[in-house]
T-cell receptor, first 107, second 113 residues
């Protein structure tokens, strides 16, 4: 089993849709959790850190369930500019990246 | 504010050649790391450093060397390039070893023929 697994995607959604990404991790000692977005042929950029109580940043909501070792990202009111690959990242002794889930928001 | 600077952006090597990928950060970050990204795979850790003079191996260290003589710089050396090292390489830094978010450089696209 991979350390960090994500929905395989791709997700193709219309503008304005709500989309949810799921991520599971295998290391129960993991301490920090993040969502990054990566545009084609560019470097990953931090979208948001994920806190135990859940957190929201505008249209983006992240949730963490330590008992189930599960992280989620919800995007509301999708914009064309949200089209990217979303990477789940987990930190234990080092940062471990999921393979990413590609999102295409269609006009 | 430059953040993490990587050079070069693109490089083509012949099998057996050596080269150094440069990485510098101006944020006084303790933690620096190198990743490679291949199609269909997540970013994989090559080497990392938790401070000047300290380096350690990641998941895929073979064929690569690193050094950390200063807090700012963390070069990655390919000793004898192989086609399997064709990849996109990212340098990233973090404030400390405690899981602060990573900040990435722009990446280096390396092709080995």
């Amino acid at each position: 089993r991979k350390e960090v697994e994500q929905d395989p995607g791709p997700f193709n959604v219309p503008e304005g849709a709500t989309v949810a990404f799921n991520c599971t991790y295998s290391n129960s000692a993991s301490q920090s959790f993040f969502w990054y977005r990566q545009d084609c042929r560019k470097e990953p950029k931090l979208l948001m850190s994920v806190y135990s109580s859940g957190n929201e940043d505008g249209r983006f909501t992240a949730q963490l369930n330590r008992a189930s070792q599960y992280i989620s990202l919800l995007i509301r009111d999708s914009k064309l500019s949200d089209s990217a690959t979303y990477l789940c990242v987990v930190y234990g002794q080092n940062f471990v990246f999921g393979p990413g889930t590609r999102l295409s928001v269609l006009p | 504010n430059a953040g993490v600077t990587q050079t070069p952006k693109f490089q083509v090597l012949k099998t057996g050649q050596s080269m150094t990928l440069q990485c510098a950060q101006d944020m006084n970050h303790e933690y620096m790391s190198w990743y490679r990204q291949d199609p269909g795979m997540g970013l994989r850790l090559i080497h990392y450093s938790v401070g000047a003079g300290i380096t350690d191996q990641g998941e895929v260290p073979n064929g690569y060397n690193v050094s950390r003589s200063t807090t700012e710089d963390f070069p990655l050396r390919l000793l004898s390039a192989a086609p399997s090292q064709t990849s996109v390489y990212f340098c990233a830094s973090s404030y400390d070893r405690g899981g602060s978010p990573l900040h990435f450089g722009n990446g280096t696209r390396l092709t080995v023929t």
